[in-house]
């Protein structure tokens, strides 16, 4: 059965860093993009990054220059590097894999909360 497990999340300063890092099955992983979305309270769920199964990423505005995403294939997990990190990153991050169209998995989520 497909499985995304999150982790990394946790409570930060305003300019800190966290790593969070999305660990899935190998049959879900291989051949897939895998992206991170967040959502904050009251707020839908909005895109982060994307990682293409080639090594393609793609950010959202509000996040360039300051988030990495990258993949390790050979370990089927995807990270997200978060530097100079803001309040507005506050946020449950999710990672989420669409194998093929009409088709999604989401984690469970992970809480990031960046204090001022």
């Known amino acids: 059965q497909a499985q995304l497990v999150e982790s990394g999340g946790g409570l930060v300063q305003v300019g800190g860093s966290l790593r969070l890092s999305c660990a899935a099955s190998?049959?879900?992983?291989?051949?897939?993009?895998v992206a991170w979305y967040r959502q904050a309270p009251g707020k839908q769920r909005d895109l982060v990054a994307r990682?293409?199964?080639?090594?393609?990423?793609q950010y959202a505005d509000s996040v360039k220059g300051r988030f990495t995403i990258s993949r390790d294939n050979g370990k089927n997990t995807v990270y997200l590097q978060m530097n100079s990190l803001k309040p507005e990153d506050t946020a449950v991050y999710y990672c989420?894999?669409?194998?093929?169209?009409?088709?999604?998995?989401w984690g469970q989520g992970t809480q990031v909360t960046v204090s001022s």
């Open positions: 989420n894999v669409q194998p093929r169209a009409g088709t999604e998995y």
């Open positions: 190998r049959t879900l992983f291989s051949a897939n993009a």
């Open positions: 990682i293409s199964s080639g090594g393609s990423t």
